[in-house]
């Protein structure tokens, strides 16, 4: 009988120890970003369910960046924190060997490539059909422009195995009037739409706000959505950058509901600043958990700086990110 009962016990005792220990590595996995520890927050590896794609903009996780000799070790640093998608204004103008490499280190990884920029149309007007600002409009000299930019940031998004590829049409031309300037845009993204499309690459417009990029012509998601409709080609969309626009008309899940059906992408950022989430006055639990409910699945790309460049700073950051993560159902 005592044998009997010892045995109950030993056996009520294990069982016990697994359930405890279970649900001890339960609450280690799920720990929440409230109060985790600096450390905790760092070392947490498992993924997000948002597609938070991983930037170089800025100085982001600057220390850690430091220590990377390539950009497969920046990569790789991502991946070990989660995140599952990159993207690098960059990569057109990095050396063909680095772009094979970059794809080689995300196609291991099992990682998507987010945007990267194109010639973005900053250096000349796409407004006005100029190739220098100070020259005479040269319509078919332009439109060429156009082609061939758009030619070579395809043959990289193939390389890199990129969907997305970023334009930005270019400045203000004052002794234009504003239709005729989106007469011109048009027309340029159309071929533009075409060359992409074509291998099944879409341009997205990024609209940006004046006080970080004063003078550029399109700053409103209003107008990008003018645009998409004007170009009439699926393979036109819009980057919506939450800190651009939130510098620029404010209103946020209202614009984003306006502009939804040509949306492609979206940029995260908090104003003032252009640092993390939380680190401003955007509530991005909000305005994410709003995009989730209207069905995006697609990425979010982590173009802004940190408010805090220490390693307590990028402790931050992640607890940030983890944060919107926890109130994504």
Known sequence: ????EFAKKSLTAVAAASIFGAAARAQEKNKSPYTASDDEILSMSSPFKCKFAGNYYGGLCSNAMK???TLEDKIQYYYDHGIRAIEDNNMLSRPLETQKAVAKKMEQLGMEMGVFSSY???RFQMTANKLDPKKAPDKAA???VTKQKMKDAVECAKLVNAKWITLVPGYIDPSFETSYQMANVTEHLKVAADICGSAGKTIVLEPLSFPVHPGLWLQKASDAYMLCKAVNNQYCKILFDVFHQQ???GSLIRNID???DEIAYFHLGDTPGRNEPFSGEINFINVIKHIHEKGYRGLYGMEHGMSDKS???EAKL???YRKIDAAIS
């Open 1 to 4: 009988m005592q044998r009997r």
């Open 67 to 69: 220590k990377c000799k």
């Open 120 to 122: 973005g149309g900053m």
């Open 142 to 144: 332009s439109i060429e």
């Open 247 to 249: 510098n620029t008309e």
């Open 258 to 260: 306006a502009a939804w």
């Open 311 to 313: 390693e307590a700073g």
């Open 318 to 320: 992640w607890r940030a």
